[in-house]
């Protein structure tokens, strides 16, 4: 138990990190490109080949950091083909996250090689080592590894729903009333006239 609660400490102390280097990921992505646009139409700016190179690491740092972050949070793409309460719900739940976590280790053991293979590879406009963008992979393989250990040992631990209640994004799917239950309501003098005939 100690574990999990250590554990878990450490994963909301790197999503708060995780959280900041997005947006200025996020930050730097948008500067990039609209620095991009504005020198191709503007003289009076020098044009800066790296920008393309530097916004497509931004881009797809972002992509895996999130990844990562939505295993946390199962934000991920998810079909429910069963009910939530029901057991095979539930064993399709403790299945994804088990899925997850399978997919980590392969990101973490094949991300390695390909994280090296960066080292003998230049990019062309930025003259950064490509292990800059092609250890992404890696970084995301240990992440999704961390954050779906969390998600199983709490499982284990606490139970499926106390994990999900803990850490998953609340959707409209989970909440029992219907989203528009006021919403029908008449507004107006005409309409609530209507309404007492």
């Known amino acids: 138990m100690a574990f999990v ?6 994963n909301r102390a790197l999503e ?21 646009i504005a020198s191709r139409n503007l003289d009076m700016l020098p044009a800066a080949y790296a920008t393309e190179e530097l916004s497509r690491f931004a881009f ?10 939505g295993v946390l949070h199962a934000d991920h793409f998810v079909l429910e083909a069963f009910a939530r309460k029901s057991a095979m719900g539930r064993f399709t739940r403790i299945l994804r996250d088990l899925a ?33 963008t092609y250890s992404a992979f890696l970084v995301c393989g240990v992440l999704i590894v961390l954050f779906s250990l969390q998600r199983l ?23 029992d009333e219907p989203a528009t239950a006021g919403a ?3 507004t107006t003098a005409h309409a609530q006239k209507e309404t007492r005939q």
């Open 153 to 175: 040992l709490l499982s284990a631990t606490q139970g499926l729903n106390a994990m999900e209640n803990a850490l998953d994004t609340p959707s409209g799917i989970d909440i």
């Open 5 to 10: 609660t250590a554990l878990g400490r450490f």
């Open 16 to 36: 708060r990190v995780l959280n900041i280097v997005l947006l200025m990921l996020l930050a730097a992505f948008i500067a990039l490109i609209i620095y991009q």
């Open 184 to 186: 029908d309501l008449p």
């Open 100 to 132: 997850c976590l399978i997919v980590g280790v392969v990101f973490i053991v094949f991300g390695q090689a390909f994280a090296q293979s960066g080292f003998n590879r230049i990019a062309s406009a930025s003259q950064l080592p490509m292990v800059v």
């Open 60 to 69: 797809q740092w972002m992509i895996m950091l999130g990844t990562a972050l």
